[in-house]
């Protein structure tokens, strides 16, 4: 156990980006390899962009990556509630010490008036934010117009002068000049709090140790840090991660590819997999290992680790980690899986033994990338093909090739026992008799049976098919063969 406390805190407004779930993932890996706590907090203090979908399948997506909380929604802990609508009362209170101690004032200015505001900057291209206009009302006045019932928002009284100075784990120092930080609102007309006044309370009370978060949140550190000071509090420790880019650059988006944790997990990665890649992204273990367990990630991991530039994502590299994965799992893990989505697609299993299904799925789990490609390579177990691969089909069907697969189906038909050894003694001898090269026609034999070129081992996809299934599927090649002009 150490006293590291981390955080993980989403805006549930829409889909878990994959951006999203890496810094979850290095918080998580970095709690783990500290003996320290991985807290989820939700932010949800914007309600125009609250979606409580998107909260629900937040979870469902943390909980699919393998991301468990130790602490925080749903989960509890000693420093809830977690959830930000549920801690008002807390901010409002903070808010009030801050105007209380000088650092803070309400600010009435009305929608329209900061509309024009802003119309007039953008005319006179002079961007200076707001113009503190009510910054120096008189606090007699100002409680006064409160109480009339007077609309307001609670503004920060950033320093007109002087530089605010951090440091981020990965880039070191940083300063910002004060006068080019605005009067941020901290406490909005709706009585919610801002994300950013909302957020430094909570990583204080809740003694966050480490805030580690994504590069487009370093320009709010500086206004972070300024209430840290206002408030005498002592801030937690920056990092903040280099950004993901998509393949050709730009940012990593939906219209770009599949973007976020449902778009992978439907394309049939693995959780195990994503997690792995995602953790490559920007962090690696110091030595050459590219495959990892969660376990394994969890022992090696450190913040040094992580590199400061920009990253780019590659899914053929995913692709690749997928498939190591994929390969360790066994059929067992895999036949609920499957079950499922051959029922989703109607496939009928019932004529099958359960050790022929966890047969079939030896044969087929190492020659699968992605999950939904087992179901692909596994069908012709289950189903004659509907349709021969075109390509090869004029490639290798001709004539003297519908002969070879007769004489085989002769020999086939005549066998007492369907094993592999038969199978390959089978074949032997048609080659012998035809003076053909072993192993010239298997593939013409796949696909008759499969319909592809490519798949599992021949003779063991045969003997799992039977000696009937084999032998009538070959004679629909042979008929199939014979009628193409
Ligand atoms: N709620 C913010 C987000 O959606 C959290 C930023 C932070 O980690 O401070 O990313």
């Not at 802990?77 to 209170?93: A, H, T, V, W």
Request: net charge negative.
């Amino acid at each position: 156990m150490s006293d590291i406390r981390v955080r993980f805190a989403p805006s549930p407004t829409g889909y878990l980006h994959v951006g999203g779930a890496r810094t979850a993932i290095y918080n998580w890996l970095f709690a783990k390899a500290t003996g320290g706590k991985f807290i989820l907090r939700i932010e949800d203090t914007d309600r125009k962009r609250y979606n409580e979908e998107a909260l629900h399948d937040l979870i469902r997506d943390l909980r699919w990556m393998g991301l468990q909380w130790d602490e925080g929604h749903e989960a509890g802990g000693d420093f809830g509630p977690y959830q930000q609508s549920d801690r008002l009362e807390i901010y409002k209170k903070e808010v009030f010490n801050l105007v209380q101690s000088g650092h803070a004032y309400p600010c009435f200015c009305t929608e329209e008036r900061l509309e024009s505001l802003r119309a007039e900057q953008k005319d006179s291209q002079n961007d200076f934010g707001y113009d503190r206009h009510c910054r120096d009302l008189d606090p007699v006045v100002a409680q006064q117009r409160i109480e009339a019932g007077e609309k307001f928002v609670v503004r920060f009284k950033t320093p007109l002068d002087g530089a605010t100075v951090f440091n981020d784990l990965l880039r070191g120092e940083i300063t910002y000049q004060n006068n080019t930080l605005d009067d941020l609102v901290l406490l909005k007309r709706d009585g919610y709090p801002t994300y950013h006044m909302a957020s430094i309370v909570d990583d204080h009370s809740m003694k966050i140790t480490h805030v580690l978060r994504g590069d487009e949140w370093i320009a709010s550190t500086p206004k972070h840090v300024l209430l840290y000071a206002a408030f005498g509090w002592t801030p937690p420790i920056f990092c903040h991660l280099p950004v993901i880019l998509a393949a050709g650059g730009g940012k990593l988006s939906k219209r770009k590819g599949a973007a976020s944790v449902g778009d992978f997990r439907d394309l049939g990665y693995l959780p195990e997999a994503l997690f792995n890649y995602l953790a490559l992204l920007g962090w690696s273990p110091g030595d050459n290992r590219e495959e990892m367990s969660l376990a394994e990630m969890a022992e090696a991991f450190t913040l040094e680790r992580i590199g400061s530039s920009a990253v780019s994502f590659d899914e053929k590299k995913l692709l690749w980690l997928n498939s190591q994965h994929l390969a360790k799992k066994t059929p067992l893990e895999i036949m609920p899986y499957f079950k499922s989505v051959a029922l989703q697609n109607g496939l009928d299993l019932q004529k099958t033994s359960e050790t022929d299904l966890l047969k079939i799925l030896s044969l087929v789990i190492p020659r699968a990338r992605l999950t939904l490609d087992i179901f692909d390579i596994a069908r012709p177990f289950f189903e004659a093909p509907k349709a021969y691969d075109d390509k090869l089909v004029r490639k290798i069907w001709n004539p003297a090739a519908a002969e070879v697969l007769q004489k085989l189906v002769d020999v086939l038909k005549s066998l007492s026992s369907f094993g592999v050894q038969d199978l390959e003694a089978s074949f032997e001898s048609v080659a012998q008799v035809l003076d053909l090269k072993p192993g010239s026609f298997n593939q013409s034999v796949r696909l008759a049976v499969s319909g592809a070129g490519g798949g599992p081992s021949l003779f063991e996809m045969l003997e799992l098919l039977g000696q009937q299934e084999s032998v009538t599927r070959i004679n629909q090649a042979v008929d199939f063969i014979n009628g193409l002009k």
